[in-house]
């Protein structure tokens, strides 16, 4: 395989990474599968600025700003998603950024309708591929509004 | 919007201690967009004032770590940190995972910045030292940035500070080892870290005999020894940072130093705009012609270069 990008300076901002912020909301210990999709996603050549274990909606809107993310992912094990993900899409537009929020984890599908009408962009079960896991996140960034 | 504002009002922002248009200037400058000479220019007028630190050694010496807690003792206002991790070099992907070493003890006060190599080693040193400008140029001090010190671009970056931090661990090799790696030429202060395991003073005696055969420009570099996990020794560290820092000032080597670097860039910079008029004069008819020539063995490849670069630095440009 070619290695990506070369050796010259990019001149087009479209070309370059998606950058993906990934970490496990609250208490929730279970953050081998978000390594695995942290994995994942750096071998689709996405950047992930990794924050693990016991954020905050606040220390992931902070990392965000900072790293001026595309887009949020969580893994949620600790049955607290209906809670959390939707105080995570609150902060994130009570912040003013426009970046869509990708849950991964253990949801059960009846609550899958209840999340994505609170605002979360996708919503990927315990089955999901590789590939899905990478089409939901770079589909919900080619879904924003602006950029 | 924010993505409408201009540079200047980002700055502004910026300056204010808005971290989100800090954030965008900083993607500006490394996806290079159509705001990135200007932003540079802005920043490279404004900076200056910063006290740039950098941290390198091999991946798991506790670089993060010790980022993070020199981040909090320096008593800077605005502390700021880039963290420069590897893309993969078949995927163009990265994990930039530095982020979880440092937020336990930098809990907000810090701005913290996640960059990826990205491949491509000339593109990187140039987008560091534009990085680390706008990071100065909006107030943050000191800047401290962390690459991992391996491969010689990274130790370069790493270099391209005022006072740059070597990290080994106990364990590491001895006094030959540290002749050979050129990861050790570039130290101001060495940090001995993990100094709770045994033979810590091993490693620093074996630092101490390297340096005892001879340093370079007045400076002997200190070794301190750190247990960054629990916090021991940071302080210390960063005392012989300041004092490093000192000596810069007194000895002028500061204005020398960034002098010199300066001129890297510069040279850098133009071997990275020569590189891609290369690569357009070889897309180009007569580069096509001239590499027919070679494979039908007409000329050398040598001869076919001399032909082609004449064309490019006699100012005529390559026809496509």
Same mark, same amino acid.
């Given at each position: 395989?070619?290695?990506?990008?070369?050796?010259?300076?990019?001149?087009?901002?479209?070309?370059?990474?998606?950058?993906?912020?990934?970490?496990?909301?609250?208490?929730?210990?279970?953050?081998?599968?978000?390594?695995?999709?942290?994995?994942?996603?750096?071998?689709?050549?996405?950047?992930?600025?990794?924050?693990?274990?016991?954020?905050?909606?606040?220390?992931?809107?902070?990392?965000?700003?900072?790293?001026?993310?595309?887009?949020?992912?969580?893994?949620?094990?600790?049955?607290?998603?209906?809670?959390?993900?939707?105080?995570?899409?609150?902060?994130?537009?009570?912040?003013?950024?426009?970046?869509?929020?990708?849950?991964?984890?253990?949801?059960?599908?009846?609550?899958?309708?209840?999340?994505?009408?609170?605002?979360?962009?996708?919503?990927?079960?315990?089955?999901?591929?590789?590939? =899905?896991?990478?089409?939901?996140?770079?589909?919900?960034?080619?879904?924003?509004?602006?950029? | 919007?924010?993505?409408?504002?201009? @540079?200047?009002?980002?700055?502004?922002?910026?300056?204010?201690?808005?971290?989100?248009?800090?954030?965008?200037?900083?993607?500006?400058?490394?996806?290079?967009?159509?705001?990135?000479?200007?932003?540079?220019?802005?920043?490279?007028?404004?900076?200056?004032?910063?006290?740039?630190?950098?941290?390198?050694?091999?991946?798991?010496?506790?670089?993060?770590?010790?980022?993070?807690?020199?981040?909090?003792?320096?008593?800077?206002?605005?502390?700021?940190?880039?963290?420069?991790?590897?893309?993969? @070099?078949?995927?163009?992907?990265?994990?930039?995972?530095?982020?979880?070493?440092?937020?336990?003890?930098?809990?907000?006060?810090?701005?913290?910045?996640?960059?990826?190599?990205?491949?491509?080693?000339?593109?990187?040193?140039?987008?560091?030292?534009?990085?680390?400008?706008?990071?100065?140029?909006?107030?943050?001090? @000191?800047?401290?940035?962390?690459?991992?010190?391996?491969?010689?671009?990274?130790?370069?970056?790493?270099?391209?500070?005022?006072?740059?931090?070597?990290?080994?661990? @106990?364990?590491?090799?001895?006094?030959?080892?540290?002749?050979?790696?050129?990861?050790?030429?570039?130290?101001?202060?060495?940090?001995?870290?993990?100094?709770?395991?045994?033979?810590?003073?091993?490693?620093?005696?074996?630092?101490?005999?390297?340096?005892?055969?001879?340093?370079?420009?007045?400076?002997?570099?200190?070794?301190?020894?750190?247990?960054?996990?629990?916090?021991?020794?940071?302080?210390?560290?960063?005392? =012989?940072?300041?004092?490093?820092?000192?000596?810069?000032? /007194?000895?002028?080597?500061?204005?020398?130093?960034?002098?010199?670097?300066?001129?890297?860039?510069?040279?850098?910079?133009? =071997?990275?705009?020569?590189?891609?008029?290369?690569?357009?004069?070889?897309?180009?008819?007569?580069?096509?012609?001239?590499?027919?020539?070679?494979?039908?063995?007409?000329?050398?490849?040598?001869?076919?270069?001399?032909?082609?670069?004449?064309?490019?630095?006699?100012?005529?440009?390559? /026809?496509?």
């Amino acid at each position: 395989m070619e290695p990506a990008n070369g050796d010259v300076l990019p001149t087009v901002a479209g070309e370059l990474p998606i950058r993906v912020v990934l970490a496990k909301l609250g208490l929730d210990g279970h953050d081998r599968g978000l390594k695995v999709v942290a994995r994942t996603l750096r071998d689709a050549g996405l950047e992930v600025v990794y924050l693990g274990l016991r954020q905050t909606a606040d220390s992931i809107v902070a990392a965000c700003e900072q790293e001026d993310a595309d887009v949020i992912g969580l893994s949620m094990h600790n049955a607290g998603h209906l809670t959390l993900a939707p105080r995570m899409v609150q902060a994130v537009e009570k912040a003013g950024l426009d970046i869509p929020v990708v849950i991964g984890g253990i949801v059960p599908t009846g609550d899958v309708p209840v999340l994505r009408a609170a605002g979360v962009a996708a919503v990927l079960g315990p089955g999901a591929s590789a590939e =899905e896991v990478v089409s939901a996140v770079t589909e919900a960034v080619a879904r924003r509004v602006t950029r | 919007m924010l993505s409408t504002r201009s @540079p200047d009002e980002l700055f502004a922002a910026a300056r204010d201690g808005n971290r989100r248009a800090l954030g965008r200037l900083l993607t500006m400058v490394e996806r290079r967009d159509d705001n990135a000479g200007l932003v540079a220019e802005r920043a490279h007028r404004d900076a200056g004032h910063a006290r740039v630190v950098g941290i390198t050694g091999a991946p798991g010496t506790g670089k993060s770590t010790i980022t993070g807690r020199l981040a909090v003792v320096s008593g800077g206002d605005r502390p700021a940190v880039l963290a420069i991790d590897p893309s993969s @070099p078949l995927t163009g992907g990265a994990i930039l995972g530095d982020r979880i070493r440092m937020d336990d003890h930098v809990s907000g006060s810090a701005f913290i910045r996640s960059m990826a190599t990205r491949g491509h080693a000339g593109g990187l040193a140039a987008a560091v030292p534009d990085a680390i400008r706008v990071l100065d140029a909006a107030g943050c001090d @000191p800047v401290i940035v962390e690459t991992v010190g391996v491969g010689q671009v990274e130790v370069s970056i790493a270099a391209a500070a005022d006072t740059t931090v070597v990290v080994v661990t @106990p364990g590491w090799g001895d006094a030959v080892q540290a002749n050979k790696a050129g990861l050790l030429e570039v130290a101001d202060v060495f940090a001995v870290n993990k100094a709770d395991r045994p033979d810590a003073r091993g490693a620093r005696r074996d630092l101490e005999l390297m340096l005892d055969l001879g340093h370079r420009g007045g400076w002997r570099a200190p070794v301190v020894l750190t247990t960054a996990n629990r916090g021991e020794g940071i302080e210390e560290l960063w005392a =012989e940072i300041e004092r490093h820092t000192a000596h810069l000032r /007194e000895s002028d080597e500061l204005l020398r130093r960034r002098g010199r670097r300066h001129r890297d860039e510069v040279v850098n910079r133009i =071997e990275l705009g020569l590189r891609g008029r290369a690569r357009q004069i070889i897309e180009s008819r007569s580069g096509a012609a001239a590499l027919g020539r070679v494979d039908r063995r007409e000329i050398s490849p040598g001869a076919a270069a001399d032909m082609l670069l004449n064309s490019l630095t006699g100012g005529a440009g390559p /026809e496509s």
